[in-house]
């Protein structure tokens, strides 16, 4: 079957916070990390089908996703979940937050690489716990953990890890070596490791796999919790439908305790969404990053050819992490608006030198942006 990826959907006159953010202005929305792609068929179809019925009380359990979800697990990571292991959550930020409230105290820290995706900071924030922050470093054109560091930078105070795998804003995907590194760092300083892992299903080199650290064996299974979702892979963000993995009952009745009465249940409309997503949906999902791969490929190689600008290849994700420090610019969000680009602001994910380039599009609006950006180098004040 084909999918047509080049369509353009216009979303300037629609309720996406995405394109909303420039109306009315001449600016190509490259920030928020969702796509411009029209979701696959089978979940247009099962959602139709749910929204013809009419009538829209409270759901039942969610039964049904839990044994769909288990099952997507063990076929694409050969990870034997239980069905008691899984709760079901309207996002993986509430995981985020949820995990630093149930599993810190105020005089805990939580240990956090950076540059990382922005809800990890605010989590830690939002419940007044303090923070360590690791600057990930760049080891063969790689963003990884140097846990020598992490190591030095230690009060123990430290109660949780929090990993982002694929790495937001990085595109690592961490190898099996790495992530036992990490779980035998976790396990000698007695941590509770929470794993987001929301873009595991855009996975771009070839030869690369993913692997939940839950996998890794029964005690990482027993100290984490792990976060996935379709909602990136399936371009269904705004519909809300996320999964939390706790093999771990006593974390598990933590993680639930603090949910009660401040986190809703999922709605229906999300989960028959979330259903056909990982039961239909994955020929629609190879063709997807098929397609993300070309616009990497096509936008790494005309980065690196820019003056003062450079980026390294992301493993995953449709997000560029790009390195803007020659640049010598205060405020590049405002610089690159101003020539039509709207861009994440590094500052945002830990690291001012950098901007966070989406190029989950149509490959007409990212030559479109690349030629902006190539414009927008010529200035005479920053050549």
Same mark, same amino acid.
């Given at each position: 079957?084909?999918?047509?990826?080049?369509?353009?959907?216009?979303?300037?006159?629609?309720?996406?916070?995405?394109?909303?953010?420039?109306?009315?202005?001449?600016?190509?929305?490259?920030?928020?990390?969702?796509?411009?792609?029209?979701?696959?068929?089978?979940?247009?179809?099962?959602?139709?089908?749910?929204?013809?019925?009419?009538?829209?009380?409270?759901?039942?359990?969610?039964?049904?996703?839990?044994?769909?979800?288990?099952?997507?697990?063990?076929?694409?990571?050969?990870?034997?979940?239980?069905?008691?292991?899984?709760?079901?959550?309207?996002?993986?930020?509430? *995981? @985020?937050?949820? #995990?630093?409230?149930?599993?810190? &105290?105020? /005089?805990? =820290?939580?240990?956090?690489?950076?540059?990382?995706?922005?809800?990890?900071?605010?989590?830690?924030?939002?419940?007044?716990?303090?923070?360590?922050?690791?600057?990930?470093?760049?080891?063969?054109?790689?963003?990884?953990?140097?846990?020598?560091?992490?190591?030095?930078?230690?009060?123990?105070?430290?109660?949780?890890?929090?990993?982002?795998?694929?790495?937001?804003?990085?595109?690592?995907?961490?190898?099996?070596?790495?992530?036992?590194?990490?779980?035998?760092?976790?396990?000698?300083?007695?941590?509770?490791?929470?794993?987001?892992?929301?873009?595991?299903?855009?996975?771009?080199?070839?030869?690369?796999?993913?692997?939940?650290?839950?996998?890794?064996?029964?005690?990482?299974?027993?100290?984490?919790?792990?976060?996935?979702?379709?909602?990136?892979?399936?371009?269904?963000? *705004? @519909?809300?439908? #996320?999964?939390?993995?706790?093999? &771990?009952? /006593?974390? =598990?009745?933590?993680?639930?305790?603090?949910?009660?009465?401040?986190?809703?249940?999922?709605?229906?409309?999300?989960?028959?969404?979330?259903?056909?997503?990982?039961?239909?949906?994955?020929?629609?999902?190879?063709?997807?990053?098929?397609?993300?791969?070309?616009?990497?490929?096509?936008?790494?190689?005309?980065?690196?050819?820019?003056?003062?600008?450079?980026?390294?290849?992301?493993?995953?994700?449709?997000?560029?992490?790009?390195?803007?420090?020659?640049?010598?610019?205060?405020?590049?969000?405002?610089?690159?608006?101003?020539?039509?680009?709207?861009?994440?602001?590094?500052?945002?994910?830990?690291?001012?030198?950098?901007?966070?380039?989406?190029?989950?599009?149509?490959?007409?609006?990212?030559?479109?942006?690349?030629?902006?950006?190539?414009?927008?180098?010529?200035?005479?004040?920053?050549?």
């Amino acid at each position: 079957m084909i999918f047509d990826f080049d369509q353009q959907i216009e979303r300037r006159y629609s309720d996406s916070i995405k394109w909303n953010k420039y109306k009315g202005k001449d600016i190509i929305p490259l920030w928020i990390a969702d796509t411009d792609f029209k979701s696959p068929k089978c979940i247009i179809d099962a959602i139709n089908n749910r929204v013809s019925h009419g009538v829209f009380g409270y759901g039942k359990k969610p039964t049904s996703l839990v044994n769909i979800f288990i099952d997507y697990v063990q076929k694409k990571f050969n990870w034997e979940l239980k069905p008691e292991w899984i709760v079901v959550l309207p996002g993986v930020v509430s *995981g @985020l937050n949820l #995990s630093v409230r149930a599993f810190t &105290n105020e /005089y805990e =820290r939580v240990i956090t690489p950076i540059p990382i995706y922005p809800p990890f900071r605010k989590a830690a924030k939002l419940a007044n716990r303090d923070q360590l922050n690791i600057p990930l470093v760049l080891q063969n054109r790689r963003w990884v953990l140097d846990m020598n560091i992490v190591k030095s930078k230690m009060n123990r105070k430290e109660k949780l890890f929090m990993l982002c795998n694929p790495q937001n804003p990085g595109g690592t995907v961490y190898r099996y070596e790495e992530l036992i590194e990490q779980l035998t760092f976790a396990q000698q300083n007695n941590l509770i490791v929470c794993s987001d892992e929301i873009h595991c299903d855009l996975v771009l080199e070839l030869d690369v796999k993913h692997i939940p650290f839950g996998s890794l064996n029964n005690d990482a299974e027993q100290r984490s919790i792990t976060l996935m979702s379709p909602s990136k892979s399936f371009n269904i963000a *705004g @519909l809300g439908a #996320s999964i939390a993995i706790i093999p &771990n009952k /006593y974390l =598990r009745n933590k993680f639930l305790q603090a949910r009660q009465g401040i986190v809703p249940e999922v709605n229906i409309i999300a989960l028959v969404a979330a259903e056909a997503a990982w039961l239909h949906g994955n020929q629609w999902l190879e063709s997807l990053i098929n397609y993300l791969r070309n616009n990497r490929n096509f936008l790494v190689s005309q980065i690196n050819l820019m003056p003062k600008l450079s980026m390294v290849s992301p493993e995953a994700t449709y997000l560029g992490w790009i390195d803007i420090s020659h640049l010598e610019i205060q405020d590049p969000i405002t610089y690159f608006e101003n020539y039509g680009l709207g861009f994440s602001s590094g500052l945002e994910f830990g690291n001012n030198n950098f901007i966070r380039f989406n190029f989950g599009c149509n490959r007409i609006t990212l030559e479109k942006a690349i030629g902006r950006l190539k414009y927008a180098l010529t200035k005479s004040d920053i050549s």
